[in-house]
């Protein structure tokens, strides 16, 4: 059976850039709960890519796991660009990768300290900087969730391609 996370992202081109560069991913994840490493280890080969990942759904988590501020988590919330970012630096700390992914956002149904249904932020850390993605994905929560993996894996694999 295919595995259906990977036949709706471009998890294999990422696998396959990752390898040619000698890099590797960690994850640390909120609203996706673990999609998109489930989804990397879905590939063939993900072994000498991906490093681990956090699943860091509770607010609290993010922090004590995934070393986001204390300070970010008040003056910013859960939800945010900045959150996002400390949650990719983080991962990719706390495991030991080239590269790491945080994402965080709202899935619905309801929206979450004032971010409606659909935003998501996708932060990447690099040996080199750091970006955030703002996403306004719309759908249910299974849509959102993929949306957002698909985003990070898209947007990690051209980082890593050097586009």
Not at 11 to 25: D, F, P
Not at 67 to 73: E, F, G, N, Q
Not at 128 to 140: A, F, I, K, P, Q
């Amino acid at each position: 059976m295919l595995d259906p996370l990977v036949s709706a992202v471009p998890a294999a081109e990422l696998v396959s850039a990752l390898r040619r560069a000698g890099q590797t991913v960690a994850t640390a994840e909120s609203l996706t709960a673990g999609l998109l490493a489930a989804t990397i280890a879905g590939i063939p080969g993900a072994s000498a890519v991906l490093r681990g990942g956090l699943i860091v759904y509770a607010t609290d988590l993010k922090q004590t796991l995934a070393d986001v501020s204390a300070d970010t988590l008040t003056s910013d919330g859960p939800v945010a660009a900045s959150t996002a970012e400390q949650l990719a630096a983080g991962a990719r700390r706390r495991c030991g990768a080239d590269w790491g992914i945080g994402l965080t956002g709202v899935a619905g149904p309801e929206p979450q300290d004032n971010k409606p249904v659909g935003t998501v932020f996708v932060g990447i850390a690099g040996p080199e900087s750091t970006e955030v993605l703002r996403l306004n994905l719309s759908g249910d929560r299974w849509t959102i969730r993929v949306g957002a993996v698909r985003a990070a894996v898209t947007e990690l694999a051209r980082m890593v391609g050097g586009e």
